[in-house]
DNA sequence: AATGAATGAGGCTTCATTCAT
DNA sequence: GATGAATGAAGCCTCATTCAT
């Protein structure tokens, strides 16, 4: 990490023709929210010690200042970041309506959701084994953690009744287990692919790989749910 | 700081009569050892970026700059961790020899195994995660590393054929991905065990559970895997 | 950091039809006011340098703007606090007519007001101690210091001079000496009384000791005095 | 204090035809002892916050990491600082024999010994003028410091007990009592004459007052002592 | 083979202050 | 008159590593 290389933020992002006022000099929000964009790559790629707080400022519109400015120190700054990334995920998961889907139907859609959304934020599954080596630390500080958690239990708790019920699903599973399970499956081939694609010469998240491993991860899901 | 505090291990309490060599004063493979052990400690609870050589050397016989001496650099010491503990599970796997039990058997084995590994060696499991935050790319220096994943390919392709072979289990499956998905139930629940049990209110490598997890694995995997 | 914590003094509780003026929403006098008192505390337990701006700010009715607004700078403020402190005290010590009394009575009257007032007033005498350390750099800005003086030394010099025509009092005692005299013995105890208390397991200034070493200064002062 | 003013050490401390070797490039002790020396005056000059770290580096022999590497931290340095300077008069204070001198004579000498060391000792008075304002916190971590106070106590209990004894002296005076009255004197006029300077137009250190002083400072004792 | 002492470079954080409205 | 947002400069400290014996 070179000092000077100063990696370019997306300009994409901006919505050009959306109005034509100058940009207000004074937004917080945005700045704010630049600041967490930029730490969030820093900190899943480096890792909570590994990341360097003048690396974040100088990708940053800002100053190093502004961090602590806004977040209070370094790892202020990585709980705010933990927090966002958890939340986006569990805020997709209930856009997620399982439903109104017929059992398999809906476990299905939740598997594959699960594996999408893993495959897509490697960020998110770095930042959660970054946690992991800090002994989740940080993420008990975040006070919208552990409700946000409940929902996902919830859904797989109402498939598995209604499975249960329609003599589709076995009655032995327990929700929790079973997210866990689904989880597992989701998680690891990305969180560990260079190691696995060191050992074995194949990069289990390449995306030549995907479309078998998805099918492969619902498959193993239902057959293991299925009467 | 507390600078006069290193932990030290009593310093050789004279073993008089132990053997009539005459007692050597440095013994360069013990100290080695000792330094290494310390250090596959530090390593899997800190991070690489967040273990610190200090803390190493002062929970070690030595000082800081034996560690030098031996292993050249901080870099050069987590390699040699890493090439340990990596060496440690393959050559169990070895051990366990499946090819004379029946298919189902067999792998049935050969997931217990897995499982219970990963239960136990939390500091390899800590460490492979580390690993894969910085790309694999330690793990690629060490150059025993790759043959010997080999082996457990050949076990589990050794395993598929013969179930299919005796109808017991499906054509289509892969071994890399059979290993694939039984190292992901294995290593999911101990490597993210603080932010699930945050989340969720239950440790999913706690002991109460890790029987019924157990058996949860086998059973998936069996019923992945069954015709 | 804390940053929403700022101990907030209520704003104003609405006092609605106290009198007829059109309630004024701001009041620089009661600000300044509430600047001075707090930053009188935030010096005299911090010292000039260890004072911190945004710790006085957090505990005033305004804003740090203000003090800037106000006060120009930390040294003008702590000037500020400076004068407010010095002028009380010399403004006491007027109101003390000892010249209606003997000697011996008027002299006992101005050390038990001087004891008196350092051993309630301990701000007062953090801010000398301070301020000496800073080798009275800032007080010397203050231009009704030097005046106000004057007076005590005046007090002192006729008490003396009486005494002396009435031959209760030596000849060769020096005003400004004898009132560096009074100084130490009260100043001391207080200023000192930390170190004084750890080295000798008593605290000079506790109220247990007070009556005692009061009449043991009036004592000294007076036996130094007197023929 | 301008960057790279590096005010010199005075250099004729060195004793200059003692050896002809080499001075050791590796003297821990000559270091330590050099550290010690520019942070005394750092400390007792600026104050404990207002103390910079690159200062006392840049007058020392050595560089700023090695400030950490001895005394840990800022305030580590502070406290040796402290304990040698505290250490220093209570050393001396024990050479002076007073128990072989008459009472009057060697309450004379203890006083005139107070007031030649705070006299000459400007650093120490505001050492612990400094401590005092962060309420004698660190001193307290130090530990050699309650026992070597004891000792100053124990002297005066003597001479005020030869002397009830031989009718020289009042029997109701307590010894801590007239130490702290002695120190009072002693310490006020040092360290608190800054703003007695500017007040009164009169600099109390001042080496035209100092006979002056002290011939006060004796005979005050001396008459409060005094049957 | 072994080691106590030393260190340059860079890390995180906090300070008093000013900008722009 | 009043203010939320922003900041350059400097502060203390820790890191992995090497020097000299």
Redesign the pocket.
């Given at each position: 990490?070179k000092?000077g290389s100063r990696a370019t933020v997306p300009e994409h992002i901006e919505t050009p023709n959306e109005t034509s006022e100058p940009r207000?000099?004074?937004?917080?929000?945005?700045?704010?929210r630049n600041i967490l964009e930029v730490a969030t790559q820093e900190f899943s790629s480096m890792g909570l010690?590994?990341?360097?707080?003048?690396?974040?400022?100088e990708r940053t519109?800002?100053?190093?200042?502004?961090?602590?400015?806004?977040f209070?120190?370094?790892?202020?700054?990585y709980e705010a970041v933990l927090e966002k990334v958890y939340g986006d995920i569990r805020a997709l998961e209930q856009d997620l309506k399982v439903s109104d889907m017929s059992p398999i139907d809906g476990l299905r859609s939740l598997v594959e959701f699960t594996f999408d959304y893993h495959d897509k934020h490697r960020d998110f599954v770095r930042l959660v084994t970054i946690e992991n080596i800090h002994g989740a630390r940080y993420i008990e500080q975040v006070k919208t953690f552990k409700n946000r958690n409940a929902t996902v239990i919830h859904t797989i708790e109402d498939l598995l009744a209604r499975g249960v019920a329609s003599g589709d699903f076995r009655e032995d599973i327990d929700a929790i287990d079973l997210h866990l399970l689904i989880s597992s499956m989701c998680f690891h081939r990305i969180a560990n692919r260079h190691t696995f694609g060191t050992a074995f010469g194949r990069d289990p998240s390449h995306s030549r790989l995907r479309a078998r491993h998805r099918a492969m991860i619902v498959d193993a899901t239902l057959r293991f749910v299925k009467k």
């Open positions: 990490m000092k207000r000099k004074y937004d917080p929000e945005e700045t704010k010690t590994g990341a360097r707080v003048d690396a974040i400022a519109n800002t100053t190093k200042r502004m961090l602590y400015y806004y209070g120190s370094k790892e202020g700054l």
